[in-house]
């Protein structure tokens, strides 16, 4: 017998055009989950079967989202973490989970700059600082003034402590040199419920959630904090176009592997996202979804993340931003 398989490899290996590379497996074989460190149902959900939809028609395999909510997207990478690191287990997360919780939090269980692998950034979600409608204070600059005027009197509200939100209201008024109080809501329905109801007179938020908003009249943005302004409402000046010249925040949107999956799944990968990023009819549903296009690699994803977890451990640290 073995002298039979012997000459049978012998022959294949003599035939013409054969390789034993072509015996593997080729990546996908089986079914791809997509992890969503949040409940279904919500913008982050939405997206994540977006995704998942257009990558099964490019990779010829299923992709199905598991969410795994809860702790702040901590259970969710936990989950990544601790699957097999081959390529079938995928994870869709923002900069909560990679700079915002290291920042404010000092015994997360993984580490954001060692325990993963980009694949790309999808996209970006805008965020924008915002008023009601019936407020006589107009833009920026006024806010500016009547903030100095009377310290500690006016509020200013986020969607939840040690978010996003939270941090780009910090990081603005740092940046003006102004004190007002913070008013943290457990999620953006209930903060904007009450800015259009005039309990709060400001508050910072996503662009997805305050255009419905603004659309019908009820609130009005006076700036946007990211460096360019958004495709969603063109016509709001960032916080640097009037004078805020270091900010730049907003909440972006990764795809990412756990360390170690081998190199011909994440090329594969990387190629998918990246044609799904230069397709105008995928580009087209993310904006309508709220999300705006903004591929992006890491070729030092270590470097990157550390940088910004820096800088938000710096905001953290002027503002006494606390994990809850």
Known sequence: MAH????????????????????????????IQIIAPYAPGGAADIFARMIAGDLEKRLGQSVIVVNRPGAGTIIGAQALITAPADGYTLFLSSNSTFTLNPAVMPNIPYDATKDFEPIAQLATIGLALLTHADNPIRD??????????????????????????????????????????????????????????????????????????????????????????????????????????????????????ARGVPADARKVLSDAIAAMLQDPVMKEKMLKAGFEPAYRTYPDWPATIAAEIAAMKTIAGQAGIKAE
Not at 10 to 27: D, I, K, N, W
Not at 156 to 170: I, K, Y
């Open 4 to 31: 039979f398989v012997s000459v049978f490899l012998g022959l294949l290996l003599a035939f013409p055009g054969f390789s034993p590379a072509l015996s593997q497996a080729r990546y996908p074989e089986k079914t």
């Open 140 to 257: 920026v600059p006024g806010l500016v003034t009547a903030a100095k005027a009377e310290p500690d009197k006016l509020t200013m509200a986020s969607f939840g402590n040690a978010t996003v939100s939270h941090f780009g209201g910090e990081w603005f008024k740092a940046a003006a040199g102004i004190r007002m109080v913070h008013v943290p809501y457990r999620g953006s329905g209930p903060a904007m419920n009450d800015l259009v109801a005039r309990h709060v007179p400001y508050l910072v938020d996503t662009i997805v959630a305050a255009k419905p908003q603004v659309e019908a009249g009820k609130i009005r943005p006076l700036a946007v904090t990211m460096a360019g302004r958004s495709a969603m409402m063109p016509d709001v000046p960032t916080l640097r176009e009037l004078g805020y010249k270091d900010i730049d925040l907003s909440s972006w949107v990764a795809l990412v592997t």
